[in-house]
């Protein structure tokens, strides 16, 4: 009976193989076959197939980046005498028994000048608490030392679904199933390389670059905060071949509006600790009204991490262009209707009044003084008056 088992079993097994070669029969754990892709394609489909193989002929540029704790004061920037006076609007800028007022503990990204991370980068006063900008030309490779030097797990992740390309370890972005290089332990490093492709630079209409962003994917109470409240996001300018310059640098300005909430940073219980002595707790959590309160004057809406802001550099030309690239991070309301007063400002070539951005959503214009003294961000609307707003000088 044995015999006539294995005989039987060893015919089916030969019959499952003819029948596998004449195409009749597709066994289940063989790979499919490899298509080849189609010669015509929709939209700029081709283009970006075509671009995966040209030589990635620019230069490496090279950072070094490091998660690093600071107490941060969202009013640094500010003048004194221009900050709200009203109760209802003060209640983001002011320490009181019920408010934390405008310094935090945060994580920020930081930029060194070499690999023993001991000497900080200079940075612009408009740049606030925005992460390095990271600046490359089409074809160049952007290779990131990154220091987790903070308290919790924190990585890098480009925002940038049609941007630089990357492998899969260098995404940082954490989910499911991903790696362990996904997230970076506290005290540990990560190096990060993505590549600047054709597709992530400036068009015809654009200018000579464009902005993207990239930010912390962090995990608090097992819910993924893309944008990482604590504190963790920048920006990525990409260039035209050979237009990155000093002098482009010194004509660019790069602002992120973020909505931040500090009621959900890792952070607030330590700044509740260690900076808000002032706090009457039983009062704010004395009924539904008091602690509303509470947790909405915690929600920041800053332009780089600075509400009501004069930063003393930010200058924008009144005889040329300015390349302005904006980040909109988002907040409960989900989106900015940004503007400027006494500026022209051009996007793709036309000339439009403001400027809607949507989460998670990056646009660069050009903007040109009229007058000796100008401001940006959310001048009308809901939100006018929360500390959205940067004034600047001309010249």
């Not at 394609?41 to 995966?52: A, T, V």
């Not at 925005?130 to 924190?154: C, K, Q």
């Not at 539904?288 to 332009?303: G, L």
């Not at 009044?353 to 401001?375: C, H, I, M, W, Y």
């Amino acid at each position: 009976m044995k015999f006539i088992c294995d005989s039987l079993f060893l015919f089916g097994s030969l019959l499952l193989a003819i029948t596998a070669v004449n195409g009749q029969y597709d066994i289940p754990d063989l790979p499919t076959p490899y298509v080849p892709p189609p010669r015509d394609y929709i939209d700029d489909f081709k283009l970006l197939h075509d671009e995966l193989d040209k030589p990635m002929n620019g230069i490496v540029r090279t950072y070094y980046i490091a998660a690093d704790e600071v107490v941060w004061d969202y009013a640094q920037e500010s003048k004194t005498n221009e900050l709200p006076k009203d109760p209802s609007l003060s209640i983001w800028t002011t320490a009181s028994s019920t408010t934390l007022g405008s310094k935090y503990y945060k994580a920020l990204y930081r930029e060194y000048s070499d690999e023993t991370f001991s000497t900080l980068v200079e940075r612009p006063h408009w740049q606030g608490a925005m992460g390095p900008i990271l600046r490359a030309e089409v074809g160049d490779t952007i290779v990131i030392h990154f220091w987790n030097r903070a308290s919790y797990n924190f990585t890098l992740h480009p925002h940038i679904y049609q941007g630089v390309l990357y492998e899969f370890e260098m995404e940082g972005a954490v989910y499911k199933g991903a790696t362990e290089e996904s997230s970076i332990a506290p005290g540990h490093n990560y190096t990060y390389s993505w590549k600047a492709l054709p597709r992530a630079g400036p068009g015809p209409n654009d200018g000579n670059s464009l902005v993207w962003g990239y930010h912390s994917h962090q995990f608090k109470s097992n819910n993924p905060h893309y944008i990482s409240y604590a504190g963790l996001f920048g920006a990525i300018v990409i260039y035209r071949p050979g237009k990155l310059t000093k002098e482009a640098v010194s004509e660019e300005v790069v602002t992120a509006l973020f909505g931040s909430d500090e009621n959900l940073s890792p952070y607030l219980t330590r700044t509740i600790k260690e900076l808000g002595p002032q706090l009457d707790i039983s009062g704010i959590q004395k009924d539904r009204t008091t602690r509303h309160a509470f947790y909405r004057s915690n929600v920041k809406q800053s332009i780089n991490g600075i509400m009501y802001s004069s930063p003393s550099d930010l200058v924008v030309s009144r005889s040329s262009l300015t390349q302005w690239h904006l980040l909109g991070w988002g907040s409960f309301l989900d989106m900015h209707d940004v503007s400027w007063d006494n500026a022209s400002v051009l996007m793709y070539g036309q000339k439009v009044e403001n400027v809607k951005l949507f989460p998670a959503s990056f646009r660069t214009v050009q903007v040109q003084a009229t007058d000796k003294r100008g401001s940006f961000g959310l001048l009308k609307g809901k939100l006018a008056g929360h500390g959205m707003i940067m004034e600047f000088d001309t010249k």
